[in-house]
T-cell receptor, first 107, second 114 residues
Framework: EDQVTQSPEALRLQEGESSSLNCSYTVSGLRGLFWYRQDPGKGPEFLFTLYSAGEEKEKERLKATLTKKESFLHITAPKPEDSATYLCAGGYNKLIFGAGTRLAVHP | KAGVTQTPRYLIKTRGQQVTLSCSPISGHRSVSWYQQTPGQGLQFLFEYFSETQRNKGNFPGRFSGRQFSNSRSEMNVSTLELGDSALYLC?????????????FGAGTRLSVL
């Protein structure tokens, strides 16, 4: 059965304290691995798509990487405005989402 | 460019009633997908429509149905509402094949079933 698992469930960081979020997947025929950010009461906001192992993408303080079994979202020197739930998803003809990592960044 | 628009934003219904939710995709996007988000189950795929045809379906009962119009706008219907249907319903649109193309989400419709 196709599955996407994220860890940790929740992460509390001090401002400036870098860390990584993990997304492991077992998805047949994975076409792309997607990262989204979701703020309370809002829909998911697209961050990155990764298509092949070894691929990396960066945006401001965020960097996403992909291997054959997992993806990481690295957050460098986070700020309080980075606080959100981060979701990863992948699939062949539909997206299967992980449960998300709730990130809280404190000043 | 306008994003994905969902209406209404909030709905309160009682058990046994039916409800229709609406989604207007980004201009030019022909694929519309619907998801249910709950605290316990997370984001779960309901179905996807492309050019007025249902292309994929998730594991939800037949009470959940949808359709897509020629202008790509989509509606989702839930009949005989149950308490467990209370959730945030999200619509997402993309240019083409889900799984490969970026899906852009609307703000969702919060449905409460009493």
């Amino acid at each position: 059965e196709d599955q996407v698992t994220q860890s940790p469930e929740a992460l509390r960081l001090q401002e400036g304290e870098s860390s990584s979020l993990n997304c492991s997947y077992t998805v047949s025929g994975l076409r792309g691995l997607f990262w989204y950010r979701q703020d309370p009461g809002k829909g998911p906001e697209f961050l990155f798509t990764l298509y092949s192992a070894g691929e990396e993408k960066e945006k401001e303080r965020l960097k996403a990487t992909l291997t054959k079994k997992e993806s990481f979202l690295h957050i460098t020197a986070p700020k309080p405005e980075d606080s959100a739930t981060y979701l990863c998803a992948g699939g062949y003809n539909k997206l299967i989402f992980g449960a998300g990592t709730r990130l809280a960044v404190h000043p | 460019k306008a994003g994905v628009t969902q209406t209404p934003r909030y709905l309160i219904k009682t058990r046994g009633q039916q409800v229709t939710l609406s989604c207007s995709p980004i201009s030019g996007h022909r694929s519309v997908s619907w998801y249910q988000q709950t605290p316990g189950q997370g984001l779960q795929f309901l179905f996807e429509y492309f050019s007025e045809t249902q292309r994929n379906k998730g594991n939800f009962p037949g009470r959940f149905s949808g359709r897509q119009f020629s202008n790509s706008r989509s509606e989702m219907n839930v009949s005989t509402l149950e308490l467990g249907d209370s959730a945030l319903y999200l619509c997402a649109s993309s240019l083409g094949m889900v799984g490969k193309n970026i899906q852009y989400f609307g703000a969702g419709t919060r449905l409460s079933v009493l």
